[in-house]
Nanobody
């Protein structure tokens, strides 16, 4: 499995969680990475993207100032630090990568450019 997420769980509003996505080094070297989420009965939407070099490129307006995307390529891992969680953050969080290193992180928020998805990790935030 090329992308494996972990770190989800059930928390209270105001709590924090850190999601991790371990990627296959052979497959994803040089590629941008993104976190998407899908709330119940809603479309999958991008939360944040990051360049291969570790520069965050996009945050959804709803998470700006609360979520931070980062990566450690030595560990083949991308992280999503989520602080001040709200019930509206509830959903399945997916790690995502494009099919080519030429797809820049600034446009990876478009899910049509995603070629690889993880299996997802569930985050439930209660009020």
């Amino acid at each position: 499995v090329p992308l494996v997420e972990s770190g989800g769980g059930a928390v209270q509003a105001g709590d924090s969680l850190r999601l991790s996505c371990v990627y296959s080094e052979h497959t994803f070297t040089g590629r941008a990475t993104a976190w998407f989420r899908q709330a119940p009965e809603k479309e999958r939407q991008c939360v944040a993207t990051i360049t291969w070099g570790g520069t965050p490129a996009y945050y959804a307006d709803s998470v700006k100032g609360r979520f931070t995307i980062s990566r450690d390529n030595a560990k083949n891992t991308v992280y999503l630090q989520m602080n001040s969680l709200e019930p509206e953050d509830t959903g399945v969080y997916y790690c995502a990568a494009p099919g080519s290193p030429t797809v820049h992180a600034y446009i990876l928020a478009n899910r049509r450019l995603v070629a690889n998805w993880g299996q997802g990790t569930l985050v439930t935030v209660s009020s």
